[in-house]
């Protein structure tokens, strides 16, 4: 029996073997080119794409704040401590407090900050992210993403930047507010309701499913309704005192020009310092921690009473302007104090560092023909807080104060014998925002204001320094205030 053997073919094992080298070849020369992009990708992603945290840092205005971490530990902070916050830390305040999250670019020399948000009383936000690209030279946006916020937060968002930027704010149901432009908003989560007023800027709102969004235009208010994702629009409120700021233009110490303008809306802050025992105050608009700010200061080691004031007069020989028909009164001042001399608001009362003063009318006066009657002139050099009342004059005055200094060995009350609440202890070299809200829901009804004659804020005492960066006096918007400028 004979055995058949079989042997490969030599030019056939040849060719075999050289294309398994060739597609060994092929293989590296693939992975070579694949590591060669995705390197490539890699270096892109980090030159122009990669990002570095912005700081983020906590002060207090008032009261305390909670700051809890991933750990779910809850830190206190009060007082001087200014913490540095971490992704993930939730922030809250109680109904007494108040805080201000700045967030920072160290790079920047022109801008003391990218943004800064006021956290109003009871209200809460999470820091996600705060981000800006590893590189000046890429064209990535500044990044800001808050979760989970709760109550009002206000968001100021620096003018002195030149990069983009985007900031989100998100609800714990997922709907958000999207701010991509320097300017100023106000975000209020409440309930079933996200809204966000646009004072300046440019904001969108989202629903929590990203399938509607609608923009919200300056001096407007939008408002989603979470469990319906319904997005509307409405008028801003009206800021009867015109533009919130300071400006040259819009401040003078002429008595004469306190009427100029077509309304109250235009007429110019008076600032006037009466004659005291020297040193005089001083006043003028002073840009400070980047913000264009109204400077009001009294120093020189002062023993005596000063006071500097600035007043609007809503017209000159008329009874000021109506808002019988208005269902909304707020006061909104921004300020920040650096310090006083007295104690509290003084032995009277009346000598704070910041008060606020509103003198109006009321809707049931009970001499309605005497209130019609009454023109309101503006102030002069010998009378320059305006008309002095007379007995059974309607004219009222709302006041409130604001103090940094606790009381000392000296009896100081806290309030005034005309203030209707007690005066505000705030922490100085700190910004803080007064929000009153709705006014007239304070006054008894046979109190309310039916006509407002001015609004002034000043500072009274020895010593004091105080900056203000905006003041606004707000009302809902009528069918005739259109044409007004929206707070």
């Not at 009378?383 to 009342?389: A, L, T």
Request: glycine content about 10%; proline content about 7%; some cysteine.
């Amino acid at each position: 029996m004979s055995t058949i053997t079989t042997r490969e073919h030599p030019r056939l094992r040849q060719r075999s073997q050289q294309n398994i080298a060739w597609g060994i070849l092929w293989i590296a020369l693939g992975l070579f080119f694949l590591t060669i992009a995705l390197a490539g990708m890699g270096v892109y992603y980090f030159l122009f794409r990669s990002t570095v945290p912005l700081q983020s840092q906590l002060q207090v205005s008032r009261g305390t704040l909670g700051v809890t971490g991933t750990d779910l530990i809850e830190q206190v902070v009060r007082g001087d401590r200014q913490p540095y916050l971490l992704f993930g830390d939730v922030v809250t305040a109680n109904p007494d407090s108040q805080g201000l999250l700045l967030i920072d670019d160290v790079r920047l020399e022109d801008a003391p900050y990218v943004a800064a948000l006021t956290i109003g009383t009871d209200s809460a936000i999470t820091l996600n992210e705060a981000a800006r690209p590893r590189y000046d030279w890429s064209n990535q946006p500044y990044t800001l993403d808050l979760g989970n916020i709760s109550g009002e937060v206000n968001v100021l968002i620096s003018d002195q930047i030149t990069r983009e930027v985007r900031i989100a704010l998100t609800t714990r149901s997922g709907d958000s507010v999207i701010l991509t432009s320097p300017g100023e908003y106000l975000v209020t989560a409440r309930g079933e309701q996200l809204a966000v007023s646009n004072i300046s800027g440019t904001a969108l709102l989202v629903t929590d499913d990203r399938t509607s969004n609608r923009a919200v235009p300056a001096g407007q208010r939008g408002l989603l309704t979470t469990t319906t994702n319904e997005i509307s629009l409405e008028a801003g409120y009206v800021n009867l005192l015109g533009e919130r700021g300071f400006r040259e233009t819009n401040v003078v110490a002429d008595v004469a020009s306190s009427t100029t303008g077509e309304g109250p809306n235009t007429t110019p802050w008076i600032c006037t310092d009466p004659p005291h025992d020297p040193p005089r105050g001083s006043y003028g608009i002073v840009n400070f921690d980047g913000r264009t700010t109204l400077h009001i200061i009294r120093d020189g080691g002062a023993q005596t009473h000063g006071e500097t004031r600035c007043t609007k007069y809503f017209g000159a020989g008329t009874t000021g302007i109506d808002i019988a028909e208005h269902n909304y009164l707020a006061l909104r001042v921004t300020f920040y104090v650096v310090g006083q001399s007295l104690a509290v608001c003084g032995v009277a009362g009346t000598e704070c560092p910041l008060m606020v003063n509103m003198q109006y009318i009321p809707q049931n006066t009970p001499d309605a023909e005497s209130a019609a009657s009454i023109t309101v002139n503006p102030a002069t050099p010998e009378q320059p807080f305006g008309p002095i009342p007379i007995q059974d004059n309607p004219v009222r005055n709302w006041h409130h104060g604001f103090y940094t200094v606790p009381a000392g060995e000296i009896p100081s009350p806290l309030r005034c014998d005309t203030c209707p609440q007690e005066h505000s202890f705030i922490r100085s070299g700190r910004w803080f925002t007064y929000d009153t809200g709705n006014l007239l829901a304070l006054f008894p009804q046979e109190q309310k204001p039916g006509s407002i004659l001015s609004f002034s804020f000043y500072a009274s005492g020895h010593e004091y320094d105080v900056y203000v960066s905006e003041v606004a006096l707000l009302v809902d918007a009528l069918p005739a205030d259109t044409d007004q400028p929206a707070g």
